[in-house]
C-alpha cells in the first residue's frame, strides 16, 4: 500500500521516499505546522532497530548532528520521525574531483563539521559506525551534519558472535574483522572520505593512495592507519590538526 499522504503521529504527512537506511525506509515529510521532517519506517521484523537508534540518538543534541524528534506507527510498522538536514550527500555536493582542489574551503569545513560530530558523539560514549557519503548531508557552502544511526551504539560493544558494521569501503580493518569498535573505527571511515577529497578517488582494495604533495595527506595516512591505537586519539585532535595544517579558522 503506497504510504504517501498518509498523516502519522501528530499530524505529519508523508510525502515521498528519499532514501534508504541500513534497516529502514526514508520519507521526507511535514508537520501540521508545515516544517519539512524525515520519518524513517522499518519493517515490523527490524523493530528492534528502531527501539536502539531511538534509544541512542534521542539524547543527543549538537549541532553537526541529526535531530531525533519522536515515534511513531505507519501501517503497524514502527518509525522515527528526525529533523531533515539540507543540501545534498556528500559525493554529489562535491561532484568537480578532488574536492580538496576544486572546492576546498568547502570541504575542509565539511571534514570539521564531521569531526565535531564525532567528538560529541564519541564523549557520549557512542560510535556511528557507519561513516561514508550517504550519511553526510552538505550544504553549498560545505556545512555539514552527520545523519542516519542505524549501526550506532556504545563504544567497544560486543556481541556473541563477530558482527561487521559499516560500508566496506569506508570500513575499518577492525570493522571488517567483526571487531568491538571504538572511536578510532570512526576516524578511519573520515580518513578515507579526506583521502578522496585528496586524490579524487577512493583506494582499491589493499591499495594505500600516496605521492600528493597537499600537506592534509599526512593526516589522511595518520587516519588510515591499519592499527587503531595508532590514529589519532581523538576526533577533536584530528579536527585540530586539521586545521593547523590547512591554516583556517574553523
Known amino acids: 500500500m503506497p504510504l504517501a ?31 519539512p521532517c524525515a520519518v524513517k519506517i522499518f519493517p515490523p521484523h527490524l523493530s528492534s532497530f528502531a527501539d536502539r537508534e531511538y534509544e541512542h540518538a534521542n539524547n543527543l543534541h549538537h549541532p553537526r548532528l541529526g535531530r531525533m524528534l519522536g515515534r ?37 569545513l565539511t571534514m570539521a563539521h564531521l569531526l565535531d560530530a564525532l567528538g560529541y558523539m564519541h564523549g557520549q560514549g557512542l560510535v556511528h559506525r557507519d561513516i561514508k557519503p550517504e550519511n553526510i548531508i552538505v550544504e553549498s557552502d560545505g556545512s555539514a551534519k552527520l ?14 558472535a563477530p558482527t561487521r558494521f559499516g560500508t566496506a569501503a569506508f570500513q ?41 604533495t597537499d600537506p592534509l595527506s599526512t593526516l589522511h595516512l595518520a587516519l588510515t592507519r591499519p592499527d587503531p591505537g595508532d590514529r589519532p586519539e581523538s576526533a577533536l585532535q584530528a579536527r585540530k590538526e586539521l586545521l593547523r595544517l590547512t591554516g583556517l579558522p574553523y
Open 72 to 108: 511513531a506507527q505507519v501501517n503497524d510498522q514502527p518509525a522515527l520521525i528526525a529533523t531533515l538536514a539540507r543540501g545534498e550527500v556528500l559525493f554529489q555536493r562535491y561532484a568537480q574531483r578532488p574536492a580538496a582542489h576544486h572546492d576546498r574551503r568547502a570541504f575542509l
Open 147 to 160: 545523519v542516519d544511526f542505524d549501526l550506532s551504539g556504545p563504544a567497544q560493544e560486543t556481541f556473541d
Open 5 to 35: 499522504g498518509q498523516v502519522v503521529g501528530d499530524g505529519i504527512r508523508l510525502v515521498r521516499p528519499v532514501g534508504r537506511g541500513s534497516h529502514s525506509l526514508v520519507y521526507f515529510a511535514v508537520t501540521r505546522e508545515g516544517q
Open 172 to 212: 575499518s580493518p577492525e570493522a571488517a574483522r567483526g571487531d568491538p569498535l571504538g572511536p578510532a573505527s570512526d576516524l578511519y571511515g573520515v580518513g578515507v572520505l579526506l583521502g578522496w577529497g585528496i586524490y579524487g578517488a577512493l583506494p582499491e582494495p589493499g591499495e594505500t593512495l600516496g605521492g600528493s
